[in-house]
């Protein structure tokens, strides 16, 4: 099972938007669209920001927006603000192995 | 609410055997509707899913790692349990116990422990 395609890194500028797609197959992102989203700052664990594709955890801003179309699904962060500055991952069901990792993208705050 | 911290040495062998204990606090460890999962990070690197484990025992595991892994659990203690076979460097890495939401289907990963860094070297 090969990990989910994400861009390296994505940048902007405090209080604009940035979108952070994750591109994967007819078997786990096209099949399910139950995708989540962990944020990573250096040094800590994984949070959860999106799970079942769109749906946001208590305590988590709505500035954090999922989505999915086709075989890629999306992270949509608005109004973008310096604690945003951290890796995110998605993560895809697969129904096979049973869960794949995307390769991680960087957010850099400008 | 629950949380979960990882313990076990930070420093291997090759060839030997990694163990790793979550401990599980804050209710939830004995329910029908969570499983139990390891994940791994090498420095600098992506995630990578390990494996699971039911309240009932029942396990799958990622078959990257070829029959090295084996979870298993006590409820007695609220612990969940990782032993992996035959290490070597590439089995280098930050390793996580997280709680998967949503039983044996589609699921997802909350709350993480905090991780433990193993490190495989002579």
């Known amino acids: 099972q090969s990990a989910l395609t994400q861009p390296a890194s994505v940048s902007g500028s405090p209080g604009q938007s940035i979108t952070i797609s994750c591109t994967g197959t007819?078997?786990?992102?096209?099949?399910?669209?139950?995708v989540s989203w962990f944020q990573q700052h250096p040094g800590k664990a994984p949070k959860l920001m999106i799970y079942?594709?769109?749906k946001r955890p208590s305590g988590v801003s709505d500035r954090f927006s999922g989505s999915r179309s086709g075989y890629t699904a999306s992270l949509t962060i608005s109004g973008l603000q310096t604690e945003d500055e951290a890796d995110y991952y998605c993560?895809?069901?697969?129904?096979?192995?049973?869960?794949?990792f995307g390769t991680g993208t960087k957010v850099t705050v400008l | 609410q629950v949380q979960l911290q990882e313990s076990g040495p930070g420093l291997v062998k090759p060839s030997q055997t990694l163990s790793l204990t979550c401990t599980v606090s804050?209710?939830?460890?004995?329910?029908?509707?969570?499983?139990w999962s390891w994940i791994r990070q090498p420095a600098g690197k992506g995630l990578e899913w390990l494996g699971r484990i039911s309240n009932g025992g029942s396990t799958t595991y990622n078959p990257s790692l070829k029959g090295r892994l084996t979870l298993s659990k006590d409820t007695s203690k609220n612990q969940f349990s990782l032993i992996l076979s035959s290490v070597t460097a590439a089995d280098t890495a930050v390793y996580y116990c997280?709680?998967?939401?949503?039983?044996?289907?589609?699921?997802?990963?909350?709350?993480w422990g905090q991780g433990t860094l193993v490190t495989v070297s002579s």
């Open positions: 007819s078997g786990d992102v096209g099949a399910f669209d139950l």
């Open positions: 993560c895809s069901y697969t129904g096979g192995v049973p869960y794949v």
């Open positions: 079942q594709g769109s």
């Open positions: 804050g209710g939830s460890f004995n329910s029908d509707l969570y499983f």
């Open positions: 997280a709680r998967v939401v949503g039983g044996p289907g589609p699921g997802y990963f909350d709350p």
